[in-house]
């Protein structure tokens, strides 16, 4: 039997025979390399999921022709347009917004008075689609619009009596829009006052087929991104103005920066607490040992071969209990993100690094230690058991 | 005896009861911080959520519009039954005005508001009030308004009058003049830029309408709607009105600020507040889930360190077995020394627990926070439980070995 082989059959027959010993030690293990696992793709995840939630604050840029003067009101108050009108071409911004890269959703917006029953109504033309995705808030009592049919705003509703299933008949300057109510939405805000109708109908009403009054955008991206793509935007669609929706962006900045700081302070507490507790688990275990290390050393063994044979097992421990941390870690943030955000965690397999890192470094310092320690007694004196 | 043996175990094992200690320590510190944090970050993060603005909008009740609210009704926000958790309100008056400067002339809103009003109101503690609370979003150049012919100008219409920080603007609202000093030109990416906002009193006179406000913006702290705040209040039993009432949704407060204003009628904003729902009904749930995962693990983690640290200690016991111990003699030894140990870890663990919290809230939420003092005792108690847990096993399988056997080795 040559030397390393030797040493192999130590390091397993000691495992092998303190089993319950070797089975507590590689649980802790496992249980601290896990919560790194499990914070560590929760934390990662969490930008991306509440970035998700926080698109339900809606839109974070606004293009508008930058001739027009912006409707006038102020969080949800509409005056109307004091001035004469503009207009943005539609054909533009679609180009624009595919040549600029920017991943972004958008709602196309045209505004327009019909005239109804002798009194002109303000009325958007939308595509509702992209309502339901850019005004999640939206409350609907209904249901949503199909072809040929229209949504009104709360207020609108109550001041005319409107109510589901009610024909219009809205005419205007090009053409005349016949839709039934399909619904009526309920917002807090400047929809309440208003008449929706899909685009196409109100550009041919209007007799003005393909321009658009505004265009709200909800773009993906991380810090900085806003802005980067308003000024992508702007340069790209010379004779409007892109602004961002300070409201909705630059607060949801900042939410983002407090949710991720806390994750990292939250994942920084436990994994010290949990490792300073397995390492110490682990050292006790390498403590009570100093007998055999004293019976090693008293039969020749050199440090470096006692050494070799204890961090021989601490890693075995480590590996073990790594890759058992990875397996349940993954487990927890699935169930995390699942219970949380309904979502399914990716899988990340790059943690079972991490989960192995952890497992190991845990194990070697927690025998580390108290070796060295041991090894300054006396080998006569621990045989004794001093 | 029972005293000697105790002491001795301490002073002749420093090492291994230094371990036990400092994971002792370890598991109640992260106890303590975490449940003294997930009850505050949940009220910490409806506060920070606030800063997305208003959440509720006090308009006149006739649809027809026009029609105004009293200022002198204001007051009255801070008294409601939900005074504590509405964090601000701001009023607003709006006018159509000729606003001339720099020789242009050009139509826009005049807008006249609180900034930051200092409210004074009988038997409550005097607050601020106004846009800069309600609105944190806004991107002020220059500064805010301070004397009542001061004003900020939205970039646009700044923009279109070609007025900069430190010109005037002159408003004009049917024959009635008023020259503004602008202070800001104020960002928003929304309405606001088209306006000029003007202190509430100025506005007053210049509309000619004293006393009158047309909106008031309140921003409240609410709880998520869930199926039950969706009810319409009017089909609701009694019990079931009192409870919808006495529950902080938006729909509730937004009635209870209702009630006050006379001839108003109160919007949820449902932009601002069920994206706010949600997301708070989120964020409550992954600390509620957190917290439980550090729990368990720092309770896991202490009841392994005693299980080993007890099992190295069979020896002993079977040496006090040969020498004539009983059960009780031997578990009252152990107990002792696991009670000795977890009573000062968990003190300790609490001390550092609430520092822990005081960091977390403040590096994260810039606040401090006070841990509850009933998790002094729970700290104590729940180290003593789980290391008493951990150290259950080893200690009935050292009690049922074999005395001889273990003493050969």
């Not at chain 1, 006692?306 to 209990?321: D, K, N, R």
């Amino acid at each position: 039997m040559n030397r390393r082989r030797w040493l192999l059959h130590l390091v397993m027959g000691a495992i092998a025979h303190r089993k319950g010993r070797a089975l507590l030690l590689l649980s802790v293990l496992a249980m601290a390399s896990s919560l790194a696992t499990a914070l560590g793709i929760v934390s990662t995840s969490m930008e991306k999921r509440v970035a998700e939630e926080v698109r339900k604050y809606g839109a974070n840029l606004v293009v508008t022709p930058e001739a027009s003067r912006l409707d006038i009101g102020s969080g949800g108050l509409n005056f109307g347009v004091v001035s004469e009108p503009a207009f943005l071409d539609q054909g533009q911004i679609d180009s624009a917004l595919a040549k600029s890269g920017v991943r972004a959703e958008h709602s196309y917006q045209l505004r327009g008075a019909l005239h109804w029953k002798e009194r002109d109504l303000m009325v958007e033309g939308v595509n509702f689609s992209d309502i339901r995705r850019l005004f999640p808030w939206w409350q609907l009592k209904g249901s949503w619009p199909a072809e040929g049919e229209s949504v009104v705003g709360n207020d609108l509703a109550t001041r005319y009596a409107l109510k589901p299933g009610d024909s219009l008949e809205l005419v205007g300057k090009a053409g005349t829009v016949r839709c039934r109510v399909s619904g009526i939405v309920t917002s807090g805000g400047e929809e309440d006052g208003q008449l929706f109708v899909s685009l196409l109908n109100l550009q041919q009403a209007l007799g003005m087929t393909g321009q658009l009054s505004q265009v709200r955008l909800m773009v993906t991206a991380g810090n900085d991104g806003i802005k980067k793509s308003a000024a992508v935007l702007q340069q790209l669609l010379p004779g409007t103005k892109v602004s961002e929706v300070r409201q909705t962006a630059h607060t949801s900045e900042g939410l983002l920066t407090k949710v991720k700081l806390l994750m990292v302070m939250v994942t920084a507490v436990v994994l010290i607490s949990a490792g300073s507790s397995v390492t110490g688990t682990m050292s006790t275990t390498v403590l009570e040992r100093g007998k055999e290390i004293g019976l090693m050393k008293a039969i020749g063994g050199t440090r470096r071969e006692v050494m070799l044979i204890f961090c021989g097992e601490a890693a075995l421990l480590g590996i073990g209990g790594g890759i058992a941390g990875y397996l349940l870690g993954s487990a927890i943030a699935h169930f995390i993100t699942r219970t949380v955000f309904s979502a399914s965690a990716e899988f990340m397999p790059h943690y079972l690094l991490v989960s192995l890192g952890v497992s190991l470094f845990l194990a070697l310092l927690g025998s580390f230690g108290p070796m060295v320690s041991v090894f300054r007694l006396d080998p006569v004196r621990s045989l004794r058991g001093e | 005896m029972l005293f000697r043996l105790l002491k001795n175990s301490f002073l002749k094992r420093p090492k291994s009861v230094l371990l036990v200690f400092i994971s002792i320590v370890m598991g109640a510190s992260v106890a303590t911080a975490f449940l003294g944090i997930s009850g505050e970050i949940s009220h910490k993060m409806a506060l920070e959520l606030r800063s997305y603005g208003a959440n509720i909008l006090l308009e006149p009740s006739a649809v027809e519009g026009g029609g105004f609210l009293r200022e002198d009704d204001l007051p009255k926000i801070k008294t409601v039954f939900w005074k504590y958790n509405i964090t601000g309100f701001t009023p607003y008056l709006f006018g159509v005005a000729d606003f001339s400067a720099n020789g242009k002339r050009e139509r826009g809103i005049v807008s006249g508001t609180w900034f930051a009003k200092n409210l004074e109101v009988a038997g409550e503690e005097p607050s601020v009030q106004g846009v800069r609370g309600i609105a944190p979003w806004w991107d002020v150049q220059g500064g805010w308004p301070a004397g009542p012919d001061e004003a900020i100008v939205g970039a646009a219409l700044a923009k279109r009058l070609g007025s900069a920080i430190g010109g005037h603007v002159e408003a004009t609202v049917r024959g009635k003049q008023q020259r503004f000093q602008v202070v800001g030109i104020v960002t928003t990416g929304g309405y606001e830029e088209e306006q000029l906002f003007a202190p509430l009193i100025t506005t007053q006179e210049l509309l000619q309408l004293p006393g009158k406000v047309s909106r008031v913006q309140v921003s409240a702290l609410t709880v998520p709607m869930d199926a039950f705040g969706m009810k319409n209040p009017a089909q609701m039993t009694k019990e079931e009105y009192e409870k919808w009432y006495c529950t902080a949704y938006v729909t509730s407060v937004a009635k209870n600020v209702e009630e006050v204003m006379a001839g108003s009628r109160a919007k949820p904003i449902w932009q601002i507040a069920s994206a706010e729902g949600s997301l708070l009904k989120k964020l409550n749930s992954l600390m509620l889930l957190l917290t439980i995962l550090a729990l368990v693990a720092s309770a896991m983690a202490v009841s392994t360190s005693l299980m080993a640290s007890m099992a190295e200690r069979s020896p002993e016991i079977a040496l006090m077995k040969a020498i004539g111990a009983d059960r009780y003699q031997i578990s009252a030894i152990f107990i002792g020394e696991t009670l000795i140990i977890s009573v000062i870890g968990g003190m300790v663990g609490y001390l550092l627990g609430d520092q822990l919290a005081g960091i977390i809230s403040r590096t994260v939420f810039n606040s401090t926070i006070a841990s509850p003092f009933w998790l002094f005792p729970t700290a104590i108690i729940s180290a003593f439980v789980v290391a008493f847990a951990g150290s259950v096993a080893p200690l009935r399988r050292a009690l049922s070995i074999e005395p001889v056997r273990v003493l050969k080795g």
